[in-house]
């Protein structure tokens, strides 16, 4: 994998990378307050947010595999698939909180869930794929000297990794955060129920 660009010079290039990581950040804080409001929660878009580490593995490797080289095409394309990455989360997260909203308890709704929609999110990400793959095939499309493929192949590399990993991972995170979150709220409210004392029976608190 190549990092360096022929036709830049190594403070362009630095620049560049560091203008793409602020907007990596800020996609990472919109997606997550996008989901925040949607959930209504803060533990879910958390649980979604760890789909984007697979995709960073997958496009290190497809890299890598590939001989591509890391250039602003392809700090692009890592932009784009934050936004992504995380629509398999989000259908499979929602679609645990359809199934517990019904009373199913939290095991059978991750089983559930994950069965139901495992086609869909595999199809999405196969007709993405496809889609993408005329594009990573061939390095003749490019605007000036920037060319397209590196691109191309981060969204898929990424694509690839992070819907096989979120299938297995993602199921394990919700039941650990849903565990430590019902156990921190029984521990806060067990702490608020000592401070406030034993009340007696004229309703004064002790």
Not at 20 to 42: K, P, Q, R, T
Not at 119 to 135: E, K, N, Q, V
Request: glycine residues 10%; proline residues 4%; aromatic residues 10%.
């Amino acid at each position: 994998m190549n990092f360096l660009v022929s036709d830049r010079t190594g403070q362009d290039l630095f620049f560049n990378m560091y203008i793409e990581g602020i907007n990596m950040l800020l996609a990472l804080a919109c997606v997550f307050f996008v989901m925040a409001s949607l959930f209504e929660s803060l533990i879910h878009p958390l649980i979604v947010m760890f789909c984007v580490p697979f995709g960073l593995v997958g496009v290190f490797w497809i890299m890598v595999a590939t001989g591509t080289p890391f250039n602003i095409m392809a700090m692009i394309g890592m932009v784009i698939l934050i936004g992504i990455v995380v629509n398999n989360g989000i259908v499979l997260v929602d679609h645990v909180n359809n199934h517990r909203r019904l009373g199913m308890p939290m095991d059978e709704a991750l089983m559930r869930a994950c069965g139901e929609r495992l086609r869909p999110i595999l199809m999405t990400a196969g007709t993405t794929i496809l889609g993408l793959a005329p594009l990573a095939l061939f390095s003749g499309a490019h605007v000036g000297d920037a060319e397209y493929y590196p691109m191309a192949r981060a969204i898929i590399g990424g694509l690839f990794s992070s819907t096989l990993l979120t299938l297995v991972a993602l199921p394990t995170y919700y039941r650990i955060m849903n565990r430590y979150a019902q156990n921190f709220m029984k521990t806060l409210r067990g702490m608020m129920g000592k401070a406030a004392g034993p009340v007696d029976v004229e309703g004064k608190i002790g």
